[in-house]
Structure formats: structure tokens, C-alpha cells
């Protein structure tokens, strides 16, 4: 197998193993075994196994997009759309469970583990998009269009309300599978802007 197939070949088949076992519970001799091949092989692509799983973290990190996320809510912040904002960061929230719950899986592991160098990579992904969007909410707040509170507890209610939601749905398996998750944006949306309320209240 040529080098770079080989390469990504171990990447795959390691995040697989750390998603399901952690960094603690995952030895190069399973990795090896699961690849069909030596240890050996895996030390000439990979000095350590903490070379693997850096490696593993800039190839996960570089699809969760996160330039795209500051591009997508640019537009939000600058017209000034407070429902498109909570309900791009919902849907992107979903999505990203939805569509790779492995490196979810494994960022559970890596703060479970104190994997410091994982959680320092979760960290760089999530702090410039929430520094950014908290700088948004207390403006927001100033000028009367958002309830005065906390602007961090606001950018919990809405990513919170998501993580919890994809968090069952695709990682516990728990809800129910006819549940659309389009239909579900739109009432954690419905709820982050208007409250639970009733018109008669």
C-alpha cells in the first residue's frame, strides 16, 4: 500500500479504536492488529502514539469547519438576526453530531481522560466562534433586543439545548429515530426566542 494510503489507512482505523476506547484504553498492537499490521509499521508513519492521535486531531479538526461556521454567521451578526444566528448555531451543533459523532465520541474520551493536548484543540476550534458570538449578545443586549443576563449563559441555552439534543440522539441512541432534526431546530428556535410561555400569559 503506498505511504499515504497507508497513512490514512492507520487514521482511520485509530479513530475508530479512540472513539470507542480512549487514548488510555487503545494500544498500537490493537491499532496494528485492526490495520493488519505490525506495530512496526504504524512507528515508521507515526513516531509515538501521541503523534497518531495529534494527526488524527488535525484531520478530525479540519472537518468540523470552522471557518465555515465564522463565515456562515458573518452575514447573522452583521444584519443583525438574532434568529438566524441561534438557529444556524443549532443547526451546525446537530450537524456536526450527526455527521462525525466518532470525534465526538473521542472529545468525550479526551475530557474524561484530561487529554490536555485534545481538549487544548477543542478549545481553538469553539473559543473564537463563542468569544465572537458573546460580543454579539451583550450589543445585542444593550440595545433592548435580547433580555439582560448573562451573555455566556446565553450562548449555553442555545449550543447547550443542541449538544444535549444530537447527544442522545446520536451517541445514546435514544431518541426516536422518526424524530427529524430539522423539525427540532426549529422548536429549540421557537423556545430560544419566544420563552415557554403561553400566548395567554
Known sequence: MPAEDRRKQLIEIAIDLFSRKGFGGTTTREIAAAAGVTEAIIFRHFAT????YTAILEVEGAGSGSDQWLAETQGFLDSQ??????????????ALHRTQPRFERL????????????????????????????????????SGALLQCDPEAVLFAVAGVAHFYATQKYMYRLCDEQIQDEQMVDSFVRILMNGLRGDSK
Do not use: C, P, S, W
Request: no cysteine; glycine share 8%.
Open 49 to 52: 502514539k501521541q503523534d497518531l
Open 81 to 94: 438576526d438574532d434568529e438566524g444566528l441561534f438557529r444556524v448555531i443549532v443547526t451546525r451543533v446537530v
Open 107 to 142: 472529545m468525550m474520551h479526551a475530557a474524561l481522560e484530561g487529554h490536555e493536548l485534545a481538549v487544548m484543540h477543542h478549545n481553538q476550534l469553539t473559543l473564537g466562534i463563542g468569544a465572537r458570538i458573546k460580543e454579539y449578545i451583550t450589543a445585542r443586549q444593550a
